[in-house]
């Protein structure tokens, strides 16, 4: 791991850096090493075991340590290190995520078209779904003898003269409204005498026809459906929003929703309406419903939309930039810019993520504070690099893996449910290895159907960080959030294997990362051997020790 540190463009600022880190380091004698190969060290001078070339004394630059976690850079040392600062600020914790959405018909605006009565179909003016209809247009003719008999009746108690006001007239006219006969149909019957033989039945509304059951000729029934109308004058969008968003949605937030096929995009405002109670479980979302206007009906049932949402957290909250903040699996730690080239190392305790790669703290800074956020990694580096020095000096160069994790493995495994498993997560670091987002996405249907068998059998493991980690893994939706969780779980994994590596068939080589961006030290599964980091790609691909392969006795 030394020497992968060692090969970067910063090697002479890392090497500067771990030998005055080191407590004792020149006390124990001058070190020389090769200007072309800066990783190797010796005690002795002599000759490059690479290139032949003489070995230089080493010089430490310009870092000094202070002895109390202080560290004292001169102003030429900064300038090679590229050190950059920012004030650590107040302000807002604000968050803002998207969500795919589909435009769908607005429920309430949906009107189905039955009748009361039975009777035959002789004309139908709308054959055909997809017409938009406007209120009040004809959308049948039909014949029923029932309703035909009602009208006789009305004809003949309130027609020609008779007397409307009567009850018997009273009572029949009732009749036709209960059958939904208009006020001016009834009016027609009792001015002229006459009662039409067929009645012409109108759209009671506007909308689309999006249902059709009706032919020319056909006999219904009272309550059959006819015709189901859509207004598309509101519409609803629904957005599928993860489960880990949900706190972050309510009800009434304002939105905004944007359609990807209209010239410009324009942005339009709506609102949530309601957030449904269930998760899907395959894709662990849950549905947000948004109510939009549709002004000249430009959003169309079945389109899709993106969803804009942002939720304030906090009013005022202390800001430290996300670029300051290195993490590990021991907390966070920034580094603290001071007067006079000091810099001063300060864990910190975040709170959420705002916008502009801001995170709130919740404690170990103050407004104010200057922060080192670029080329704090030169900083950070003693403490990684102080033990592999140290280890030098006394001789033993060789970095000892770290043993697998306990309680997880000292279980009954099953070999040839673990196998599968191994192999697709084998198969899943390849992909993060290569930088293939949609690589990686093609590898999960296999880790999850090896999953589902694996995990009922073994109830350990599934409350270990395999099943704290899974669902995480397969919701990630970019390559920095499927590393996040992955090196968690597939070094769980890999301790697994190494623990039961006698029952298992195929063969595995495994890696291991001393310096993986979460916990710091980090193992992975491979199908061939040369190590291909997960954790970095090809920022850092070559990062690895193999600590197991076939064949070979595992490492103690």
Known sequence: MLAQLFRTPAAPALFALAIFFVPGAHASGQLYTCGMHPQILKKDPGNCPVCGMNLTPVSPGGV?????????????????????????????????????????????????ITTKYEGWVETLHVNAT???????EPLFEIYSPELYNALLNYATVAGDGADANGTLARAVAARLRHYDVPDAVVERVRRTGEAPRTLLFRAPAAGVVVEK?????????????????????????????????????????????????????????GVVQRIL?????????????????NKGGTLRPGMFVDVGFAAQLDGDAVLVPGAAVLRSGGGNTVFIALEG??????????????EGDLYQVLGGLEAGERVVVSGQFMLDSESRLREAVQKMLRGNVASKPVPPSVGETNVGIIPALLGPVAFASA????????????????????????????????????????????DALFAAVDLAAARRDFEPFVTAIADLV?????????????????????????????????ARNPFYGSGMLRCGEEIEAPGLPKVP
């Open 498 to 530: 190494r623990a039961n590596r006698k029952g298992l068939s195929g063969t595995f080589h495994i890696f291991e990362c001393a310096m993986a961006p979460g916990a710091g030290k980090a193992r992975w599964l491979q199908r061939a051997s040369g």
């Open 277 to 293: 109670p269930q998760i899907e479980e395959q894709t662990r979302t849950a549905t947000v419903r948004i109510e939009l206007p």
């Open 64 to 112: 000094a340590s202070l002895g109390t976690g202080r560290l004292q850079v001169d102003a030429a040392t900064v300038q090679r290190m590229n050190l950059k600062t920012a004030l650590v600020g107040r302000g807002p914790v604000r968050r803002e995520f998207r969500a795919v959405g589909a435009v769908a018909y607005n429920e309430v605006a949906l009107r189905d």
């Open 213 to 269: 059951g009706v032919v020319s000729g056909q006999m219904i029934k009272p309550g059959e459906r006819l015709f189901r109308l859509a207004g598309l004058d509101t519409v609803w969008v629904r957005a599928q929003v993860y489960e880990k968003d949900l706190p972050l949605v309510r009800e009434g937030q304002a939105v905004t929703v944007r359609s990807g096929y209209e010239v410009g995009a324009p942005v339009r405002n």
């Open 130 to 136: 997809g017409v938009e209809v406007k209120a009040g």
């Open 427 to 470: 198969d899943v670091a390849e992909a993060l290895s290569r930088d293939d987002f949609a690589a990686f996405q093609g590898c999960l249907p296999a880790l999850r159907g090896a999953l589902e068998k694996f995990l009922p059998a073994h109830g350990q493991v599934a409350r270990g960080a395999v099943g704290r980690h899974k």
């Open 341 to 354: 080239g000091f810099f001063e190392p300060r864990e910190v305790k975040l709170g959420a993520r705002s």
